[in-house]
């Protein structure tokens, strides 16, 4: 059986995840983001299975947006 891993939230940032801890925050609370653990009243960390999880969920590019110039050929 595999060890579990856990990172903390300076951690998130190696693993891709740049968002400051607010944006973090709301995420979970609209349950897109995955659940901390908490291994203390003061220590608060991910497990990176679920952070992998969550990494292979997201689109991995945004979609362009026009530009005037492709809008113009369009017409």
Known sequence: MQEEIF???????D??????RLH????????I????V???PNRKVWRLSDIRQYKAT????RP???TEES?????
Do not use: M, Q
């Not at 990172?7 to 940032?13: D, P, Q």
């Open 7 to 13: 990172v903390t939230f300076r951690e998130l940032r």
């Open 15 to 20: 693993h891709g995840i740049r968002y400051c």
């Open 24 to 31: 973090v925050n709301r995420l979970v609370e609209r349950k």
């Open 33 to 36: 983001f995955p659940e901390p």
């Open 38 to 40: 908490w291994l203390s």
């Open 58 to 61: 997201r689109p991995t590019s």
């Open 64 to 66: 362009a947006f026009p």
């Open 71 to 75: 809008s113009d050929a369009a017409d």
